[in-house]
């Protein structure tokens, strides 16, 4: 059975930085694709970053390009969100999610997940 469990949210003022971590069980890390959606209040789930566990390729969707960045530890089965200069409008849950299907990291898209975490809430604010 996958499992994946998000930590490291929480509240952080405008400017700052957090770390989310998700660890990942029962999943293969080969040549698959797993990554960060978030979701804030009234908003749809949105894609924020991916990476390929095998050729380590990312994506990141334009809002968070030059401020996030997404790292995979294959031997800790852990998948870290590096979130530096925060926003107000990056306040939102933050799901970790796994794709065990063949895709690039730019096809990164909620259709395409089969394994999703719980969540955790990013509040930023000003």
């Known amino acids: 059975e996958v499992q994946l469990v998000e930590s490291g949210g929480g509240l952080v003022q405008a400017g700052g930085s957090l770390r989310l971590s998700c660890g990942i069980s029962?999943?293969?890390?080969?040549?698959?694709?797993i990554g960060w959606f978030r979701q804030a209040p009234g908003k749809e789930r949105e894609g924020v970053s991916s990476?390929?566990?095998?050729?380590?390729?990312?994506y990141y969707a334009e809002s968070v390009k030059g401020r996030f960045t997404i790292s995979s530890d294959k031997a800790k089965s852990t998948m870290y969100l590096q979130m530096n200069n925060l926003k107000p409008e990056d306040t939102a849950v933050y799901y970790c999610?796994?794709?065990?299907?063949?895709?690039?990291?730019?096809?990164?898209?909620?259709?395409?997940?089969?394994?999703w975490g719980q969540g955790t809430l990013v509040t930023v604010s000003t």
């Open positions: 029962g999943f293969a890390f080969g040549d698959d694709v």
């Open positions: 990476i390929n566990t095998k050729f380590l390729s990312t």
């Open positions: 999610a796994a794709s065990g299907r063949l895709l690039r990291p730019s096809q990164w898209d909620k259709s395409w997940v089969d394994y």
